[in-house]
């Protein structure tokens, strides 16, 4: 089984600034690779999808990056709407199709 | 505009059953692959189980194989997760997402999950 793995836990930065989130998977799963977000009491929402498209209607500043085993979800300026819980997801191995623990973006 | 909504979460004990659905509309319904994922209260996201367009294969995570069923009905644009031998730690927010037209693929998008809580 792939296991995906986030880092940091949780990140505290300032609206404006730039917030980079990483994912690292146990195996290669090449650009099989999506990002979510997370709010309270909402289903998480697809923002990047084959490591590096931005789905339907996601702004710019959302930006992925990465291929292989390292991948890296870059915020390029912070909105209030953007603070938030990310997952990473692997779809390139099934069963299952592995999640990262999720990253917190928090304000500072 | 592609709509996902679930039903068919609530109390229930442990060992006992209980089917989820989820309706689908705004897409080809049989085309696409769909999945489930739950989330615990507090944590993070896990897949539980995936279907193909046609409902000739599905997939299932080590954690309910055996114990959970995936199914479809294409005339009526439903998927369903039929959960049996339910325990505590099923308790969680289940959500249907749609896949696309393969099963490894991202998921997009989400239902607004139900809530399933197992306890005595």
């Known amino acids: 089984e792939i296991v995906m793995t986030q880092s940091p836990a949780t990140l505290s930065v300032s609206p404006g600034e730039r917030a980079t989130l990483s994912c690292r998977a146990s195996?290669?799963?090449?650009?099989?690779l999506a990002w979510y977000q997370q709010k309270p009491g909402q289903a998480p929402r697809l923002l990047i999808y084959?490591?590096?498209t931005r789905a339907t209607g996601i702004p710019a500043r959302f930006s992925g990056s990465g291929s292989g085993t390292e991948f890296t979800l870059t915020i390029s300026s912070l909105q209030s709407e953007d603070f938030a819980v990310y997952y990473c997801?692997?779809?390139?191995?099934?069963?299952?199709?592995?999640f990262g623990q999720g990253t917190k973006v928090e304000i500072k | 505009e592609v709509q996902l909504l679930e039903s068919g979460g609530g109390l229930v004990q442990p060992g006992g059953s209980l089917r989820l659905s989820c309706a689908a509309s705004?897409?080809?319904?049989?085309?696409?692959?769909m999945s489930w994922v739950r989330q615990a209260p507090g944590k993070g996201l896990e897949w539980v189980s995936g279907?193909?367009?046609?409902?000739?294969?599905?997939y299932y995570a080590d954690s309910v194989k055996g114990r959970f069923t995936i199914s479809r009905d294409n005339s009526k644009n439903t998927l369903f997760l039929q959960m049996n031998s339910l325990r505590a730690e099923d308790t969680a927010v289940y959500y249907c997402?749609?896949?696309?037209?393969?099963?490894?693929?991202?998921?997009?998008?989400w239902g607004q999950g139900t809530l399933v809580t197992v306890s005595s």
């Open positions: 279907i193909s367009g046609s409902g000739g294969n599905t």
């Open positions: 195996q290669s799963v090449s650009s099989d």
């Open positions: 705004g897409f080809t319904f049989s085309s696409y692959a």
């Open positions: 084959g490591a590096s």
């Open positions: 997402a749609k896949g696309d037209y393969s099963i490894l693929s991202w998921l997009d998008p």
């Open positions: 997801q692997q779809y390139n191995k099934w069963p299952p199709g592995t």
